[in-house]
């Protein structure tokens, strides 16, 4: 099915122990998002993707690392967990210059 | 530094009160404002993009309008399944999306 698939949907890691979450799209768009979302708050971007190898910052990306060697996949990982990025962590994608169009169901993830 | 601010917080309406949700904002170089519709243990579905003032777009009960300084989503005679947080982000010449906080958005029957 066509789409963007994140997995794990629920991830409890301790503190201090690296973490990987994945996203992959159907889709073909050439941008990939990594945003997280705390409670009752907005949407806040960590790493972004404009094609395959070719990545950059968002508004927080300390302590976290992306990669992209195929269009088709955005992983994010956490190399050094810490309770502050308990959160729930959203993938999407786009074409150039349009909307982030499409959300994954994202992965709660908790850190103890 | 890019702001987006949505009004209000919390919305409660009766079935059929028509009301309007605020998303202000302070950006250099807008290229684009986008509204979205997020249900609980979702992710954000995409609703509308609005590249300039005057713009208006329409899906169902729902219009969204553009001025230079703001945007306003109306909600025209809501039903129960309108009930979700909606949230507005803007584009700027940057290439990266400020998402707001949100309004969530329950219609009562």
């Known amino acids: 099915d066509a789409g963007i698939t994140q997995s794990p949907r629920y991830k409890i890691t301790e503190t201090g122990r690296q973490v990987t979450l994945m996203c992959h799209q159907t889709?073909?768009?050439?941008?990939m998002f990594w945003y997280r979302q705390d409670l009752g708050h907005g949407l806040r971007l960590i790493y972004y993707?404009?094609?395959?190898?070719?990545?950059d910052k968002g508004e927080v990306p300390d302590g976290y690392v992306v990669s992209r060697s195929k269009t088709e996949n955005f992983p994010l990982t956490l190399e050094s967990a810490t309770r502050s990025q308990t959160s729930v962590y959203f993938c999407a994608s786009s074409d150039p210059g349009g909307p982030e169009a499409f959300f994954g169901q994202g992965t709660r993830l908790t850190v103890v | 530094e890019d702001q987006v601010t949505q009004s209000p917080e919390a919305l409660r309406l009766q079935e059929g009160e028509s009301s309007s949700l605020n998303c202000s904002y302070t950006?250099?170089?807008?290229?684009?404002l986008f509204w979205y519709r997020q249900d609980p243990g979702k992710g954000p579905e995409f609703l509308f993009t609005l590249y300039s003032a005057g713009e208006e777009k329409e899906k169902e009960r729902l219009k969204a309008t553009l001025t230079k300084k703001e945007s306003f989503l109306h909600i025209t005679a809501p039903k129960p399944e309108d009930s979700a947080t909606y949230l507005c982000a803007v584009r700027t010449n940057a290439g990266k999306s400020t998402f707001g906080d949100g309004t969530t958005l329950t219609v009562k029957p």
């Open positions: 950006v250099s170089g807008l290229r684009g």
């Open positions: 993707s404009a094609a395959a190898d070719i990545t």
């Open positions: 889709w073909s768009h050439s941008y």
